[in-house]
C-alpha cells in the first residue's frame, strides 16, 4: 500500500548499514537506516523500519560500509581514452601528448562516449561528484552539449568548468620561444590555447548560465592557469563568478617550470602568482587552485588569510615529475584543500583511494616528524574538503540529514576490512576500490551490487569501442611528434631545473 503521504515522493530506505559519519581514524560505524526523500537524506535512525512500504525502494546493506559519496574535485573528462598510453613524463612533454590543443578536431560522440567512460569510472571507485575542467578545442557547442547529456544520463553530480586561457601557450613556458626553431612556435601548445572563433565565456552564460538550472550538472569556471589569462580575463572571471555565484577553479605552481614563469614574468608582484591573483581580485574562498606544489610560505600565509582553497593531486604530480606539495606547512596555516585524480593520462586512474593513500603518504615524507594523523585528513579532503572546494559543504560530502543522497557502500566482508580496525584507515590505506558495491546519487541507484543502472553497460562498451580506433590512430601521430621534439624539450626542461625558484619539491636523493 502505498501511504497517502508518500504520494509523489521518490524515497529510498538505506538499511540495516554500518554508517560512517564522521572522518576521523578513531570513528566507530554505527548499524543504522538511511532515509531519503526527493534526493535528501531527512533521517538516519535504528527505528525506520516503520517506513517500509511499497512506496519506499529498500537497498540492502547489511555487512555493508555507508560512507558518503566522494569528491573529485580535479579532474579532466577530455583524455579518459588515454589511460595507459605513457610512462612517467615531466608535465611540459606530457601536455603535447595528452591535451586537446595538439589533436585533430574530435566527433561529437567520441566527447560523449570518454565523457560517460570518465564518469563511469568515478562511480564505480565511490566517487559521486566530478568537478570536470573540460577543454573543447576548438570550442564546438554541440561538444559541451554532448559533456552535459553524458553527464545527465550516467547520473553522477557535476560540476563543469570549461578550461580556457587568452594567451598563446609558447609564450607562457620558460624557453620554450629560446630553443624551439620559430617555425615549430605555431604548434605548440599547453592546455587551453585562446579561441578565435568563439568567446567561450559569452556563450557559457548565454546558453546555460542563465538558463534553467539542472539537477546535477551545475556549472564552475575554469580559466585554465593565471599565466594563461591576461588581466582582463581573469578580471572577467570573477565578476561572472559573483554574478551567477560560481566556484573558479585554475592550475598552479604544478610544475617548477610554471613557478620559474612566475618569477620571470611577474617581477611586478614579487615573482609570485598568488600575489597576482590577489591584485586582480581573483583570491578567495571561490577560487581554488589545483596542484599548488610550488607555493612558497608567504604564499601559504596568504591563502590561508584569504580563504582560498587549494585541491591537491598527489598521483599526476607524481608521474609527471611535478613534487611533492607542501602538505605540512599548508595543514599548519589552515589552508583547506580536497582531493583530485586528475587526467586520465596521467595519473591513469579515476580511483578516490589510490589518490587518499598517495596523498597520507607524500605528506608523511614532507615532514621528518611523526604526526599528525593523514588518514582522516586524506578521507576529509575526499569528501567534506571537495564539498567545501564546491562551495557545497551546506549539502554534500557527510551522511547528516540536510544532505543530498549520495552515498557509496562498501563490503565489510572483502579482506580490506576483515578486521575492522579502523573505518577511515582501511579506506585510506587498504581499500583498492574493489569493496565499492552500491553507489547512490540523488537518492537513486546508479551502481547497483556492482552493476551500472542509468545506462545499459554493454552499450556503453561499444559507443567506447566505435571512437577508439580513431582517437588510437591520432594519439600515435601526436606520440610521434612529440616525440621528434625530444631534444628541444629536453634542452627547455634542463634549463628550467638550472633555476633556482626558492623552493625544491622534488626528491632527487641527493
Ligand atoms: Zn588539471
Redesign the pocket.
Known sequence: MTSPQHEGHRRLLIANGSILRGVGVDDVPEIADVLIVDGVITEIGTDLVAVRDEATEILDATDKLVIPGMINS?Y?SHDTLAKGTLEEEPLEYWRLMALPPQYPKRSREEVKARTLLGAYECLRSGMTTVQD?VTLFPFDPEHLEAVVEAYEEIGIRAVVGLQYADKKGISTIPFWEDVFPEELHGSLST?AEPDADIDQLSYLEEHYLQGPARERVTWALGPSAPERCSTGLLQRTMALAEKYDLQIFT?IYESKGMALQARREYPQYAGSLIRRLQEEGMIGPRVNL?HSVWLLPDEIELLAETGTNVVL?PLSNLKLKSGIPPIHALEEAGVSFGLGC??CSCSDAQNMFQAMKLFALVAAISNPDPGPNQADRAFHAATAGGAHALDREEDLGRLAPGYRGDVVLMDLTDPTFVPLNSAVRQLVYTESGRGVTDVVVDGRIVIRAGVLQTIDPADLLARIASVVPEFQKDFEQVKKRADGLSGYLLEAHHRTWAEDVGANRLFTGR
Open positions: 580535479h579532466h575542467m592546455a592550475h589545483a593531486n586528475d587526467n
